[in-house]
């Protein structure tokens, strides 16, 4: 089969297909025949040497696509079931192993398309505005890079739960994109002093939360812009690590809270998985979740979509297909 196989940490050149053995589900795992994949900053982070992993190594940890076979003691998926899933490596692929207790079966009504450039993001949106710095209604929230695919999805999230959602952008079209989402005020952050912004859009009051995966480039406006008791999701660093944080900025700010979470500790058992990921899809079978996608790419292309998605001129979700 082809994959894409790392043989050494490096820019998007280092991402080259080749012709691997097919493989076999093992106990309890099922082999399943991929129809797209995600992409994502973690794929970028590992590919270049930030997160670091073992050598060699297929990228790509989001997927979905049809299972060709299970392994033995595995009961409660079926040869032909769609699943998706996350943070398991090898989706960069045509087909991949993966546990059955980390693969989710895919609803009527969601594409596999769908179902691989929302799952990641989805669930990170999920967890974000559910659980880490829950949406309660009539809260005042930010959130950074409001037009990409996660933001996007966090914005839809976050008005779903009756929030005021202010998104921060860089252009026209992405503000476009932001208030379609729902987002009701949008900052240029380009343009304007983002802190500034949000203390006048609040009658200086600030946020309830800002979730951030820009990280060293906005970390201090997102300090800035929460309220007294606030929370600064700091999911992601796009633009670079957050140097080292002196905790009594965070008094000074107000007693706010800072936190890194990350996905892998919101799916903890399959239980919490399976619930998280059947909100999600289900608000996208229902059209009450939109998952946009702004880039389709062979799998070979995958180096260009790497390019692509650093630039953070993208809008939505890339896939591979």
């Not at 940490?9 to 991402?15: D, F, I, L, R, S």
């Not at 960069?92 to 895919?106: F, G, M, Q, W």
């Not at 609040?202 to 997102?222: K, L, N, P, Q």
């Amino acid at each position: 089969m082809r994959a894409i196989v790392i043989e050494k940490q490096g820019g998007p050149e280092v991402m080259e297909p080749a012709e691997v053995p097919d493989p076999r589900p093992g106990p309890g795992e099922v082999l399943v025949d991929i129809e797209a994949r995600g992409v994502n900053f973690i794929d970028i982070y590992q590919r270049g040497g930030a997160y670091p992993v073992p050598l060699p190594y297929t990228p790509g940890v989001e997927a979905a696509g049809r299972i060709s076979a299970v392994g033995e003691g595995v009961t409660d998926l079926h040869v032909g079931q769609r699943v998706g899933w996350v943070m398991v490596p090898g989706g960069y692929a045509d087909r991949a192993v993966v546990p059955a207790e980390r693969a989710v079966p895919i609803p009527d009504g969601v594409t596999g398309e769908q179902a691989a450039a929302v799952l990641l993001q989805g669930l990170t949106a999920h967890y974000l505005t559910h659980s880490t710095a829950p949406v309660q209604p009539g809260d005042t929230v930010l959130v950074h890079a409001a037009a990409g695919g996660t933001g996007l999805l966090i914005t839809q999230m976050a008005a779903l739960r009756g929030g005021r959602v202010i998104g921060t952008v860089s252009t026209p079209e992405k503000e476009r994109l932001a208030r379609e989402a729902g987002a009701d005020e949008v900052i240029r952050y380009t343009e304007t002093d983002v802190a500034e912004a949000v203390r006048s859009l609040t009658g200086g009051a600030g946020v309830a939360a800002v979730y951030d995966g820009v990280g060293a480039d906005t970390f201090d406006a997102s300090l800035a812009s929460l309220r007294p008791r606030g929370v600064l999701a700091l999911f992601g660093q796009s633009s670079g690590a957050v140097p080292p944080v002196d905790p009594q900025r965070l008094n000074t700010a107000g007693s706010v809270y800072l936190t890194r979470p990350m996905l892998t500790h919101y799916i903890a058992d399959r239980a919490e998985l399976l619930s998280r990921a059947s909100d999600v899809l289900g608000l996208v079978a229902a059209g009450e979740l939109d998952v946009r996608i702004g880039g389709r790419y062979d799998l070979a292309d995958a180096g260009r979509a790497h390019e692509d998605l650093a630039s953070r001129r993208t809008t939505g979700k890339l896939v591979l297909i």
